[in-house]
């Protein structure tokens, strides 16, 4: 499974801020119920995203909260591919995706690096559920994974040809990302 150092099983925070300390992105991660429960908080956009995840990593659920208390976005997986909202909508253009990536949070990248067994030189493709926050459209973006080294990945979107090259710490986690975020401590 994943080649990094295990999370402690009483959790794991990581923070991020963008270059110009415009916009802040902060996950707690807990274990809950057999998985893992990940909650990202967004300064500038005042919203909430809680994604759920397997014990293997695999995303079950995201839930957008932004300015009311009840969720302005749930969607969920069937765990076979099969994507819906929490309403019993069946958003069929989901179908086959693995990954979710909310602009803005990067966590959501730690996610597929954590979960795919790669190894230095290798690649895995996959689609990837792609959320925006202002407008809470949802589509479908490809996108392929590389292993660079032990802690340097690069992410492409097929959909747009933009390459991310990241560094990883000892939990696979995002360092930084040029031209977009750097970690900071809180």
């Not at 997986?77 to 949070?105: F, P, S, Y």
Request: hydrophobic share 40%.
């Amino acid at each position: 499974m994943s080649n990094y150092a295990p999370l402690p099983a009483s959790g794991h925070r990581a923070a991020w801020t963008t270059w110009d300390d415009a916009h802040d992105a902060v996950v707690d991660l807990a274990w809950e119920n057999e998985g893992w429960t990940a909650n990202c908080q967004l300064s500038s956009e005042r919203s909430q995203v809680v994604i759920r995840l397997s014990a293997s990593w695999m995303v079950q659920q995201v839930i957008v909260f932004r300015d009311l208390s009840e969720p302005d976005l749930w969607l969920a997986t069937d765990g076979h591919g099969r994507w819906g909202e929490m309403n019993g909508a069946h958003r069929t253009e989901l179908d086959g995706c693995v990954d979710v990536d909310l602009r803005g949070i990067p966590f959501t990248n730690v996610i597929p690096i954590r979960r795919l067994p790669l190894h230095v030189g290798h690649s895995a493709q996959q689609n990837t559920i792609a959320v925006d926050l202002d407008t809470l459209g949802v589509t479908v973006v490809p996108q392929t994974y590389t292993k660079v080294s032990p802690t340097t990945w690069r992410y492409r979107s097929l959909a747009t040809g933009r390459d991310v090259e990241v560094t990883v710490d000892e939990f696979g986690f995002v360092l930084d990302e040029p031209d977009a975020f750097r970690r900071v401590s809180r």
